[in-house]
């Protein structure tokens, strides 16, 4: 399956049970809006945990309908993402989103050695572009959470991304594992990385996905491009999916994608029991909304 | 195509421009042996340089006739050495080959940065043609004498060595297994990171035209069968016409072995230098002697 823009992830909703979703620290304008918007379109269903007062003159003062959706008070932040989190741990919801908290207080119940999220996988961040100039959908991992991903961790992010886009419908998902150049290059750990990656995946060593690289940014979106440099591969001109080699190049191409290119975006973390929601402040309100979409849509 | 190192030595016999050759220390039986052999084949000219008297001796012992060869004499392996590289330098010879001298002492001059006979910054490795009746073709297989544990910057090197002589047989694009002990990827196998790296080397055009595939067990890179049973999805398909060794421990037991218990024969030369250096074991067979000259001469610039 080939998706194009980020609002047919709604389809993928279509027929199946309504996910849960548990804000924590729900008392903040910008994901309490993205969230109730959600709710009426019956995208989640929705629990929102904090200041009950507050989350209730935010959603009036935004003119949103509050009615019949469950609030737990609760004015302490730390608690909050614990009350959270153990809602999830307990699969009384099926998606964590991030309100008025700070991240580490969050990560920190998420990593909970008791009652939190952790299922021995790497926690990874997964976005996901509608770009104008693209044939499809495409993913770019990790922007926000490795730093500087060792080949072990990147076959983590690998197999999290993976699983995340079969969920999506996209079965044999391309991977483009980027360089700076096409070429291996003993100096350059990424291109070395890259065709350890290439072999492990010819060796079925990692699954449900066709992985190739290096490819220099170029290569792995336009085909064109490879064909100029004489590149053979399945992966150019079509990847599905941008495996980063550190958070630096991650975090700079994701931007550029938002702000040049006026790319929609959507990500989740995963890795976690359940997806989760965390995106910054600096996340437009549509962005949110579709992030809240695809943490719908990939959530068990 | 060249299939056989019979099929070899027919085809480097009797060219109009022969190859000459300086044999550096040359008074002894083994090496004398063949070279009588490929001069009588009209293979090669040769030149003698060693101990004039202790030559005469061998010959006589031998019952060579020593009207075949040029003999200079010289006073000791050091000064052959040096004599002979230099007349392959100037160009006076075309191939150059040990005699009793110490492969050390003879590699020193081989390897000197002004005077010896190394291409610009090239690796210096060996490659060996081997002929065995239960293969289907010829196995070129490397390094069995010179490098005992090849970076990665020296596998490429031996991958390219080998391609370029299988190229010389007539083989394009051969098929390159790049072996191990399994078919696996794991990071903490140096070899087999290598060989991802060149894998992806060769599709990227980094390393000439070639299918390589590894890392791969002797029997994924040899046996169709295994591939067809193990399953695994690998272009060089149990057909390598090359194989390429982790270690020089790894390869010098494995053509050993296909010597003594496979009845297998070999042509093998160090690669690197500016012209063919034929360097052999004293435990190779009359036949193996012969066809390592045989080599030399299809890989010497002349003829070509």
């Not at chain 2, 494995?254 to 218990?261: D, E, I, P, V």
């Amino acid at each position: 399956m080939t998706l194009k823009k980020l609002s047919e992830l709604h389809k993928l909703l279509d027929n199946k049970p309504f996910k849960r979703l548990v804000l924590a620290a729900a008392h903040d304008s910008q994901s309490l809006g993205a969230v109730l918007k959600a709710a009426a379109d019956r995208i989640v269903q929705p629990v929102l945990i904090g200041d009950e007062k507050e989350i209730r003159r935010l959603a009036g003062e935004a003119n949103q309908n509050i009615e019949g959706i469950k609030i737990i008070n609760e004015h302490d932040v730390e608690k909050t993402s614990e009350i959270a989190v153990k809602m999830v741990h307990n699969r009384e919801a099926d998606v964590l989103m991030k309100g008025k908290v700070g991240t580490s207080t969050l990560l920190k119940h998420i990593l909970d050695k008791n009652w939190g999220l952790r299922t021995g996988n790497l926690l990874s961040h997964f976005a996901i572009f509608e770009v104008k100039t693209y044939h499809k959908l495409i993913a770019v991992t990790d922007v926000a959470m490795n730093i500087a991903p060792n080949l072990r961790e990147k076959i983590s992010i690998i197999n999290n991304s993976v699983s995340c886009l079969n969920m999506l419908g996209i079965d044999m998902p391309k991977v483009a594992v980027l360089g700076a150049v096409e070429m291996v290059n003993e100096s350059m750990q990424a291109t070395l990385d890259a065709a350890l990656l290439s072999k492990m995946n010819q060796r079925d060593q990692i699954k449900n996905c066709i992985i190739d690289g290096p490819l220099a940014f170029d290569n792995a979106i336009s085909l064109e491009s490879a064909i100029h440099k004489g590149i053979k591969s399945e992966v150019a001109g079509d990847t599905d999916l941008l495996l980063m080699p550190d958070i630096e190049v991650g975090n700079v191409l994701y931007k550029s994608l938002v702000f040049f290119a006026k790319a929609k975006v959507a990500s989740v973390i995963l890795g976690a029991a359940a997806p989760i929601v965390l995106t910054s402040r600096s996340d437009s309100e549509q962005a949110k909304y579709d992030s809240l979409l695809l943490a719908a849509a990939t959530a068990k | 195509m060249i299939t056989s190192l019979e099929q070899l030595a027919e085809i480097v016999k009797d060219r109009k421009d022969k190859p000459r050759m300086a044999v550096t220390w040359a008074q002894d039986e083994n090496t004398l042996g063949a070279v009588e052999k490929a001069v009588k084949a009209n293979m090669i000219e040769a030149w003698l340089f060693g101990d004039r008297s202790r030559i005469e001796d061998i010959a006589r012992k031998l019952r060579l006739d020593l009207d075949l060869f040029k003999l200079q004499h010289v006073n000791n392996e050091i000064e052959a050495a040096q004599e002979t590289v230099r007349l392959v330098k100037s160009g006076e010879a075309d191939i150059l080959m040990k005699g009793l001298i110490g492969t050390d002492k003879f590699l020193k001059a081989v390897l000197d940065k002004e005077k010896g006979l190394m291409k610009p910054k090239a690796v210096l490795s060996y490659v060996c043609a081997v002929d065995v009746p239960d293969y289907h073709k010829l196995l070129f297989i490397t390094d069995t004498a010179v490098l005992p544990f090849p970076d990665l910057d020296q596998k490429v090197a031996m991958a390219e060595y080998a391609i370029e002589m299988a190229g010389k047989f007539g083989i394009r694009k051969p098929r390159v297994a790049l072996i191990g002990a399994s078919e696996k990827m794991s990071k903490h196998f140096q070899n087999a990171v290598d060989y991802a790296v060149m894998c992806k080397m060769a599709e990227r055009g980094q390393i000439s035209p070639c299918i390589m595939d590894g890392p791969l067990d002797i029997f994924l890179a040899c046996d169709k069968k295994s591939v067809e049973i193990k399953g695994v999805d690998t272009p060089v398909g149990g057909d390598a016409d090359i194989l390429l060794f982790p270690s020089l421990e790894a390869c010098n037991p494995f053509y050993k072995g296909l010597m003594l218990f496979g009845r297998g024969e070999l042509a093998g030369m160090l690669m690197g230098t500016e012209v063919p250096v034929v360097l052999m074991s004293r435990s190779e067979s009359e036949k193996s002697k012969f066809y390592c000259i045989a080599l030399s001469c299809l890989m010497s610039g002349k003829n070509n």
